[in-house]
């Protein structure tokens, strides 16, 4: 029978030993693997077995239920791929099924903290409060988290095997962020990323609960935003490599590539903030359009009519 929280690293012969020999109702509080650390954790005697089928039940206002039940077909989705098992979402339960309960009650949480949630397992099923939809999210990111390392090797049954008889122990979390903003940076000038590769970094991001998507889409090396009033910015900035080779310095991202990352960040929760450096910064720019530079030795006008409009169309 496996352990309740599968840590998916090395550790220590004597941490080993702590878990393997000594009951649930002393693991240390990193024995569940939550990043970030949880604002409050209790670890109870006991487990909860996850069968091969579950069920996934909502509860809900009317404001938020569309958001629990895509929230719910994702984490059902993971489950599906990650770890075979067969899972329903609503209906009503049948005998062998394990339930995980999700439901929005902002009222038992106090002030207003988006994305508060609270995460109970005990004998009766894995239950999941949020403050809000996004509180049921993270509380789910935080179950994904205590699962085996091996759900996240979606479509691959040779890890399968950690989900034939799992357990997982009881515990009751509360939890909130800090902070407003929780951030991560990627650059996409210097190289890069295909638009698969970009989700897979934003699934990390809601993993981790962050809720920021800082996206570097113009510097020296490149220009990677389209942008139709000026088509030279990414067809000669966006190629800084070897135009006969497919190399990673190559490429930009269309508007519709664009939204459709806007769109799927939105998803989890996640705020995509684009930087475009202007005035600075803006080589890639000038090998498409010299006529915006500085050569004759003037200092750069950003108040005359051509470079307002030019800001005006890439902002």
Request: proline share 5%.
């Amino acid at each position: 029978m496996k352990r309740a929280f599968y840590k998916p690293r090395l550790v220590t012969g004597v941490i080993f030993s702590l878990l393997f020999f000594c009951p649930p109702a002393i693991y240390a509080f990193e024995d569940v693997p939550i990043i970030p650390r949880c604002k409050s954790l209790e670890l109870h005697e006991g487990f909860y077995p996850l069968q091969q089928q579950i069920r996934i039940s909502i509860t809900g206002g009317t404001s938020s239920e569309d958001q629990l039940k895509a929230n719910a077909e994702r984490f059902a989705v993971y489950l599906r791929k990650g770890a075979g098992l067969k899972v329903t979402l609503v209906g009503k339960g049948k005998a062998g099924e394990s339930e995980i309960k999700l439901r929005v009650a902002p009222n038992i949480f106090e002030g207003k903290v988006v994305g508060a949630y609270r995460l109970s397992v005990d004998q009766k099923g894995i239950h999941i409060t949020g403050a809000d939809a996004q509180g049921v999210f993270y509380g789910l990111q935080s179950l994904k988290q205590m699962l085996p390392a091996a759900i996240f090797h979606q479509d691959d049954a040779a890890h399968r095997e950690a989900f034939s008889d799992l357990r997982i122990g009881f515990v009751e979390i509360e939890d909130a962020s800090r902070f407003k903003w929780r951030g991560f940076m990627l650059d996409s000038c210097r190289h890069i990323q295909t638009i698969d590769k970009i989700k897979q970094y934003i699934d990390l991001m809601a993993l981790y609960k962050m809720n920021v998507f800082h996206w570097h889409l113009t510097e020296d090396e490149a220009w990677r935003a389209e942008i139709k009033k000026y088509p030279k910015l990414t067809s000669i900035g966006g190629y800084p490599g070897d135009r006969s080779k497919e190399e990673e310095f190559n490429g930009y991202y269309t508007q519709v590539q664009m939204r459709e990352i806007v769109a799927y960040a939105h998803e989890r929760y996640i705020k995509v903030v684009p930087e475009f450096d202007i005035p600075g910064h803006v080589n890639a720019l000038l090998m498409a359009y010299p006529e915006y530079g500085c050569n004759d030795g003037a200092p750069l006008k950003m108040g005359e009519p051509g470079m307002r409009s030019f800001s005006s169309a890439a902002g």
